[in-house]
């Protein structure tokens, strides 16, 4: 793990609201994954920057067991067009710690990091938190993600 300070950004995709405690998070990433893919929704985006997909968790309601948003899209240049049925967010500025997944990047895999960081104890600031899914890291021989955790 590193700290990382990030200036804002903006992403636009598409989001849904979910919990983890009752388990609708386990259904709604996955769908939201299973359509954007599907859909080639990346292709869609203005004023995208490159091919990362960011998986953005925001507007946490109190902390990681309450209501938040999931927004995965893309980074852009700008919110000035956001397309029906996507959501456009600028994510502030903040300290994050970076955690390295690599090897297994499955959906398995990933939820199983983000279990550690919910039992971890981190002073997790609740603004944002994001995967980084770069076409080069997860094509790699050794695949790789990046996950970032606002922290305080």
């Not at 990047?105 to 997790?124: H, Q, T």
């Not at 600031?125 to 994001?130: C, G, I, N």
């Amino acid at each position: 793990m590193s700290k990382e300070n990030i200036n804002s950004f903006y992403i636009i995709g598409i989001a849904v609201k979910t919990c983890n405690t009752d388990g609708t998070a386990a259904q709604d990433i996955p769908a939201l994954w299973g359509r954007f893919m599907g859909e080639q929704l990346e292709n869609k985006i203005p004023n995208r920057l490159d091919d990362t997909v960011y998986c953005v968790y925001t507007d946490y309601e109190s902390d990681f067991q309450g209501p938040y948003l999931t927004l995965l899209g893309c980074r852009v240049s700008s919110l000035d067009e956001v397309p029906e049925g996507m959501v456009g967010k600028e994510i502030p500025a903040a300290t994050y710690e970076k955690i390295l997944l690599e090897g297994d990047i499955s959906g398995e895999a990933i939820y199983g990091a983000w279990s550690k960081i919910w039992a971890s104890d981190l002073n997790r600031a609740y603004k944002a938190d994001f995967e980084k899914y770069s076409a080069d890291k997860c094509q790699a021989e050794i695949p790789s993600v990046e996950i970032f955790v606002s922290i305080k």
